[in-house]
């Protein structure tokens, strides 16, 4: 009697482990699992643009921000005063284009002035050419007496040297006003230049104030009021929670089978009762082996067969509950389905 029951009762042994031997089996034969994987997200720093003692700080660690909600002050007394004193010169800058401006009209009236003052020396001269002309005639014919050709002679000098200066004015008035027009694109180049020293001082007084750059949860904060900071120097991070993916790293031997879009049952080693659903998103370009520093040349003659990693990036539904629970970080173990 004993022995039938001994006999029995391995009878179910075996046939219990029969049947979840095949279940294991049917199960490694529809499912790639591994426990080489976390959750990953997004982690934005918040850097400083300039440097600057800390006058504020509205945050504390863990706290949820929003999207452009003010982080940080930064003192702006100095950068205020860099502001002033860029303003200033920009409208020195303005007033040195008014004063120029005026001198361009004032070389461009002269110029005109110049041009028509030639138009009577420029008459005179033809009528003394005429009057030279004529009693040229009239003295080859002896009409003339020497005398009187002398005195046409001496005008006609007279009206072609009076030409000669009004026509050198003309060239004068135009000297100075090019000069002029040279001296105002100075003064326009010298006021977009002091512009641009006054955009740049606003930008670097704009910098004093600190905003979020993305939705998320304040971590790793590393400053108080009253610190001197640097440019580029880290204040915090944020963590942005909704938007987080899981990293599986599968053996090279398991990728068949894994593709894009298969479902995947996630578990979380901080939640043992809880599975989060998701989706295969993409598949590594490479094993992780080539992007270490490094990396294996098995062309050396030194080789070891060693089985490779390749990161598989999850996509997380983004239900409320995951958003919640999930943080970049948690050890989690992954169970693809294959199609």
Known sequence: MRKKVIYSILVVIVLAGSFFGWRYYRFLTTHIETDDAQVDGNIVPVLSRVGSFVSKVNVIDNQLVKEGELLVVLDSADLYARVEQAGAAYASAQSAIVVTRSAVDDAKLAQELAATAVESPKTDLWKAKKEFERYSDLYNQKLATPQQL???????????????????????????????????????????????????????????????????????????????????????????????????????????????????????????????????ESVGGATGAKFSLLPPDNASGNFVKVVQRVSIRIAIDPTPEALALLKPGLSVRTIVSKK
């Open 150 to 280: 002398d005195n046409v002679k001496a005008d006609l000098e007279r009206a072609q040297t009076q030409f000669t200066v009004a026509q050198q004015r003309v060239k004068s008035a135009e000297g100075q006003y090019r000069t002029a027009l040279s001296h105002l694109r100075v003064a326009e180049s010298n006021a977009a230049v002091k512009l641009k020293d006054l955009e740049y001082a606003k930008l670097q007084l704009s910098y004093t104030k600190v905003y979020a750059p993305v939705a998320g949860q304040v971590s790793k904060k590393t400053i108080q009021p009253g610190q001197l900071i640097q440019a580029g120097q880290p204040l915090m991070a944020l963590v942005q929670s909704k938007e987080i993916w899981v990293t599986s790293n599968y053996k090279e031997t398991q990728l068949e089978g894994m593709n894009v879009g298969n479902d995947v049952d996630i578990e979380v080693d901080a939640y043992p009762n809880q599975t989060f659903k998701g989706k295969v």
